[in-house]
Protein backbone atom coordinates (compact mmCIF):
# COMPACT_ATOMS: atom_id res chain seq x y z
CA UNK A 1 0.00 0.00 0.00
CA UNK A 2 1.34 3.36 -0.70
CA UNK A 3 2.04 6.20 1.51
CA UNK A 4 -0.56 8.39 0.52
CA UNK A 5 -3.26 5.34 0.44
CA UNK A 6 -2.41 5.29 3.79
CA UNK A 7 -2.70 8.43 5.02
CA UNK A 8 -5.69 8.84 3.29
CA UNK A 9 -7.49 6.11 5.45
CA UNK A 10 -6.52 7.12 8.57
CA UNK A 11 -7.60 10.39 7.60
CA UNK A 12 -11.24 8.78 6.80
CA UNK A 13 -11.31 6.68 10.40
CA UNK A 14 -10.24 10.10 12.03
CA UNK A 15 -13.43 11.97 10.68
CA UNK A 16 -15.48 8.35 11.30
CA UNK A 17 -14.43 8.89 14.76
CA UNK A 18 -15.30 12.38 14.87
CA UNK A 19 -18.91 12.09 13.63
CA UNK A 20 -20.90 11.75 17.14
CA UNK A 21 -18.60 15.22 18.54
CA UNK A 22 -19.79 17.05 14.94
CA UNK A 23 -23.38 15.79 15.45
CA UNK A 24 -23.50 17.03 19.00
CA UNK A 25 -21.90 20.75 17.57
CA UNK A 26 -24.32 21.87 14.96
CA UNK A 27 -23.67 25.75 13.90
CA UNK A 28 -19.68 25.29 13.76
CA UNK A 29 -20.19 28.28 11.43
CA UNK A 30 -21.98 30.67 14.15
CA UNK A 31 -21.62 28.39 17.19
CA UNK A 32 -24.30 26.79 19.82
CA UNK A 33 -27.25 28.82 19.85
CA UNK A 34 -27.96 31.56 22.51
CA UNK A 35 -31.43 31.34 22.90
CA UNK A 36 -33.59 28.58 21.32
CA UNK A 37 -37.10 26.93 21.78
CA UNK A 38 -36.09 23.31 24.08
CA UNK A 39 -37.84 20.76 22.12
CA UNK A 40 -36.65 17.80 24.53
CA UNK A 41 -34.70 16.92 27.50
CA UNK A 42 -32.79 13.56 28.27
CA UNK A 43 -30.41 13.24 31.07
CA UNK A 44 -27.52 10.62 30.19
CA UNK A 45 -24.27 9.27 31.71
CA UNK A 46 -22.27 12.40 30.52
CA UNK A 47 -24.66 15.76 30.85
CA UNK A 48 -28.31 16.33 30.26
CA UNK A 49 -29.08 16.53 26.73
CA UNK A 50 -31.44 19.23 25.59
CA UNK A 51 -32.68 18.91 21.67
CA UNK A 52 -33.13 22.68 20.51
CA UNK A 53 -34.88 24.89 17.91
CA UNK A 54 -33.31 28.05 17.47
CA UNK A 55 -34.69 31.12 15.62
CA UNK A 56 -33.82 29.57 12.01
CA UNK A 57 -35.65 26.53 12.99
CA UNK A 58 -32.50 24.75 12.64
CA UNK A 59 -32.59 21.58 15.64
CA UNK A 60 -29.41 20.69 17.75
CA UNK A 61 -28.07 18.51 20.77
CA UNK A 62 -26.58 20.48 23.57
CA UNK A 63 -25.12 18.93 26.67
CA UNK A 64 -26.16 21.16 29.80
CA UNK A 65 -25.32 20.26 33.30
CA UNK A 66 -27.59 17.95 34.82
CA UNK A 67 -29.57 19.93 37.14
CA UNK A 68 -31.03 21.25 33.70
CA UNK A 69 -32.69 18.13 33.62
CA UNK A 70 -34.50 19.29 36.69
CA UNK A 71 -36.33 22.13 35.26
CA UNK A 72 -39.52 22.35 33.36
CA UNK A 73 -38.14 23.72 29.79
CA UNK A 74 -39.80 21.37 27.50
CA UNK A 75 -42.09 23.92 24.91
CA UNK A 76 -40.40 27.20 26.10
CA UNK A 77 -37.72 29.38 24.62
CA UNK A 78 -34.70 30.37 26.76
CA UNK A 79 -31.51 31.94 26.56
CA UNK A 80 -28.86 29.78 27.37
CA UNK A 81 -25.51 30.56 28.67
CA UNK A 82 -22.20 27.98 28.17
CA UNK A 83 -19.38 27.27 30.14
CA UNK A 84 -16.99 24.78 29.40
CA UNK A 85 -16.58 22.12 31.77
CA UNK A 86 -15.10 18.63 32.29
CA UNK A 87 -17.49 15.27 32.12
CA UNK A 88 -17.25 11.98 31.97
CA UNK A 89 -15.06 10.92 28.68
CA UNK A 90 -17.06 9.09 26.23
CA UNK A 91 -14.29 6.56 26.13
CA UNK A 92 -15.83 5.20 29.96
CA UNK A 93 -19.15 4.58 28.02
CA UNK A 94 -21.26 5.02 31.55
CA UNK A 95 -18.83 3.17 33.52
CA UNK A 96 -19.32 5.09 36.81
CA UNK A 97 -15.60 3.59 37.87
CA UNK A 98 -14.18 4.99 34.89
CA UNK A 99 -12.13 8.32 36.14
CA UNK A 100 -11.34 9.59 32.48
CA UNK A 101 -12.63 12.69 32.11
CA UNK A 102 -12.92 15.66 28.90
CA UNK A 103 -13.49 19.38 28.61
CA UNK A 104 -16.71 20.65 26.55
CA UNK A 105 -19.07 23.25 26.60
CA UNK A 106 -21.93 22.88 28.51
CA UNK A 107 -24.76 25.12 29.14
CA UNK A 108 -24.92 26.04 32.59
CA UNK A 109 -28.01 28.05 32.75
CA UNK A 110 -31.53 28.62 31.07
CA UNK A 111 -33.42 31.65 31.27
CA UNK A 112 -37.31 31.23 30.23
CA UNK A 113 -38.41 34.23 27.93
CA UNK A 114 -41.10 35.59 27.56
CA UNK A 115 -43.38 34.36 24.51
Known sequence: MTFSRRVSR???RALVGLLPALLLQPGWAGGPPSTGTVRAMQPGD?????TLVDAGGHTSIQMAEFQLCEQDLVGK?????????QVMARSCQGDP???ASERVRLIVKAQVLPR
Open 77 to 85: RARFTYADA
Open 46 to 50: RACYL
Open 97 to 99: ACR
Open 10 to 12: LSA
